[in-house]
């Protein structure tokens, strides 16, 4: 019940892995023959990855995830564009956070958080007071909360941002692989995906870098992804991201009614067995993460133990995002929509493998867990 943190790898997506662990283990970057099939392999996969997402082989540089792929479009940014000023949101995942966080600290920019809803979406008429008041920024905003699945209109506020004259960079890792993305529509110079977040295997994402954006160098070394990111390439995790994003994209319909048919069965489920039971961020499923739902409990004696009790049952849930777990100081996320302090917000997320069972069987043992005592 952890699929935000990560997901299962999809065995179709280990198939086209394994014949490049084993056999193809060529240099891609060697003029050889065996290093030329690999590269053969490599350009696949990115014209793969850009047809889905509507756009040019050209726009898409691989990463090692979408962490590296959100540092590379923040950081690379303000050195190419001379940015002083980055618009974001105290929600943001880390990889946004922190890297805004440590540039304001160097002093190369100030940030403007914009306002948030109770629910987390941005407050549109704030966005286009801070772009009038700041040309030139840089504005990173994510399309859907990890934690509580809030989804923005990624739409309007690239819109916004044009009109403006800024830069947008949007981390989509949670909604890559899970809703279509039509990059020539979307007015967003940047958007990350991360191939364990749809059933790909780890260590591997991609940054998009729209063709008006000229970034310079990611990472210095070889001359590898277009002289932007030096580095051997992570062929098979390439090859496994590009078939898992296919594999996402032939059967989104019948995997998204499914998830949510999961996610609707647990908040019924939930209602129904802890009368009290509240959930954080948006239940619109139109306006939401289908994968995601944040369960709000009511104070109770358990609650500092909830995570582990549901661990002991086999249950794996999340008080946070699985980057910040081990840091005490509660949720960022939570605290960024002044979620009460009383109550333990837990994040559910589901898969296309999880099961109504599951669902069923952790509800009750969370129905057992709140149960009242009896003396
Ligand atoms: C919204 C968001 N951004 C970025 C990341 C980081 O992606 P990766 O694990 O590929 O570095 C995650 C992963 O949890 C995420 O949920």
Redesign the pocket.
């Known amino acids: 019940m952890d699929n935000?943190?990560t997901t299962a790898l999809d065995p179709e997506v280990f198939e086209v892995m394994k014949p490049l662990m084993l056999d193809m283990y060529g240099n891609p970057s060697s003029t050889h023959a065996h290093g030329r099939e690999v590269r053969t392999k490599i350009e696949h996969a990115r014209r793969k990855v850009a047809e889905l997402l509507n756009t040019v082989p050209g726009e898409i540089f691989f990463t090692s995830?979408?962490?590296e792929a959100?540092n590379t479009a923040i950081c690379c940014t303000v050195d190419a564009y001379k940015v002083k000023h980055i618009i974001s949101t105290s929600i943001e995942?880390h990889?946004v956070k922190h890297t805004i966080e440590r540039l304001v600290e160097a002093g190369k920019v100030k940030a403007s958080y914009v306002d948030l809803d109770e629910k987390g979406h941005i407050d549109m008429a704030h966005l286009e007071q801070l772009l009038k008041n700041n040309p030139n920024s840089l504005v990173s905003i994510?399309h859907a909360n990890?934690e509580i699945g809030t989804k923005n209109d990624i739409d309007r506020i690239g819109e916004l941002v044009e009109e403006y004259g800024g830069t947008f960079h949007s981390?989509t890792?949670?909604t890559m692989g899970h809703f279509t993305h039509d990059l020539k529509k979307l007015k967003a110079h940047f958007v990350v995906g991360?191939a364990?977040?749809f059933h790909g295997p780890k260590g591997v994402?991609f940054l998009r870098v729209c063709k008006s954006r000229s970034i310079g160098r990611f990472i210095e070394g070889g001359g590898q992804e277009r002289n932007r990111r030096g580095g051997t390439e992570n062929v098979y995790g390439i090859v496994g991201l590009a078939k898992a994003l296919e594999l996402a994209y032939s059967n989104m319909d019948t995997h998204r009614a499914h998830v949510q048919g999961l996610k609707d069965r647990m908040i019924h489920k939930l209602k129904t067995a802890i009368p009290e039971i509240q959930f954080n961020g948006n239940l619109d499923s139109e306006r939401s993460l289908y994968t995601v739902l944040n369960a709000s409990f009511p104070a109770h004696e358990n609650n500092a133990m909830l995570l582990f009790s549901l661990d002991i049952n086999g249950i794996s849930a999340s008080g946070g995002?699985?980057?910040s777990s081990g840091a005490n100081t509660g949720s960022h996320v939570l605290n960024g929509i002044n979620a009460d302090p009383s109550r333990q917000g837990i994040r559910f997320s589901f898969s296309k493998y999880n099961t109504t069972d599951e669902v069923d069987y952790t509800v009750a043992k969370l129905e057992e867990i709140f149960a009242p005592v009896e003396v």
Do not use: E
């Open positions: 935000a943190a995830g979408g962490t959100d995942h990889a994510m990890n981390d890792v949670q991360s364990h977040k994402g995002s699985a980057c």
